[in-house]
């Protein structure tokens, strides 16, 4: 073991069911370990970005802006500085960052600020890859709206389609949810997508690996043929081009893209013998010093079930998510791991993208990633906010 320290998307991009096959993306493929490697973490200097703006100098409603102000907000992040002042104009966007760079304000600000200014007649659909960071796009929402009499319904797989069907019958200006729950809302009349002049694609990258491209495009064939269009991503393939071609119309592109992975982040990898107990070499690095808040990912939902089990019975505090577990038992264990109840959470990748969890002292890829960048994703829940993080990747030797 290292020591370590603290063209047509009918064409070839897919295939007939729409699932989404690249060389890049190769299940099992072997990926450099060289790239899990990287002890030089100190953050290197690069030139400050200065604002253009100052939230106040937006021509967004008064309302808007004491909730800004209210969340401690006064000079916008550069993805929101370049974004948002375009996006009021009412034009279409594609916007290229990493994850935690503010994304999600730099849409939502603006597409309220658009119902407001309809009086409430426009609505928006915001599509995103996961439970979770449709979850936490609804709650930023609710922050950013708040008193402004604007109804938001969250529509994900594995919570009660009962409450979504009645949040649903109720006025609400926004629908943010999984492709797969809001096709079947929209088959069964519920999500009515002519009244939706606006649309956005987060994660859009994410959402192409997981062959939501023919459910997308269903969705997309009931919203108006005259509409905003806005697609966040964190890469730009090929495949991504070609979503920009064929659901928004002559988009303004903004990339605030920095490196591939978050500075300050140390990385190194954990040899394994082949035939030991991976689960042994855990529990050592489990109950070192400084491994406070961790998160482990694996590979299959049977295996990360599995592996949390273990380490419970073995006295960690342990929880897991993962696709089999209903959205209720997903967030509550979130939410204990967000809080400190839980020191350990083990995961698919259903937890790489999105989400934003305060204080993650260590990463460790239990399981190799499928591709390097989900690598990237991975350890991109440590190390946020300027702060320094710990990615571990164990590999059998």
Known sequence: MRSYKKNDFRKSPFSSRGRFRS????????????KFINTNCVPQ???????????????????????????????????????IPHLLK????????????????????????KIILSQGKENA??????????????????????????FSVCCVGGASIGKQIQGLRRPHNFVIG??????????RKLIILPRFGSLVLDEADRMLDMGFINDIRFIASFLPKTRQALLFSATMSNEIESAVREFTKNPIRVSVKTSAAA?????????????????EVLHDLLIKPGFSKVLVFGRTKMGVERLSRDLAKRGFKTDSIH????????????????????????????????????????????DLPATYDDYIHRIGRTGRAGKEGCALTFVES
């Open 23 to 34: 060389n890049n993306f190769k299940r099992g493929a072997r990926i450099d370990i060289s």
């Open 45 to 83: 200097k690069t030139e400050q970005y200065i604002s253009e703006h100052r939230f106040s100098d937006f021509n967004i409603s008064q309302g808007i802006k004491n909730n800004i102000a209210k969340k401690g907000y006064a000079i916008p992040t550069p993805i929101q500085d370049k974004a």
């Open 90 to 113: 009412g034009l279409d966007l594609v916007g290229i960052a990493n994850t935690g760079t503010g994304k999600t304000g730099a849409f939502l600000i603006p597409l309220i600020n």
């Open 125 to 150: 659909l915001i599509i995103a890859p996961t439970r979770e960071l449709a979850i936490q796009i609804d709650q930023e929402l609710k922050e950013f709206s708040r008193t402004l009499n604007i």
């Open 178 to 187: 999984t492709p797969g729950r809001i096709k079947d809302l929209v088959q």
């Open 263 to 279: 500075e300050g982040i140390h990385q190194d990898i954990v040899r394994v013998q082949r035939g030991a107990s991976k689960i």
């Open 323 to 366: 696709g089999n577990k209903n959205q209720s038992k997903r967030q509550r264990a979130l939410q204990s791991f967000k809080i400190g109840g839980t020191q350990v959470l083990i995961a698919t990748d259903v937890a790489a993208r999105g989400l934003d969890i305060n204080g993650v002292s260590h990463v460790i890829n239990y």
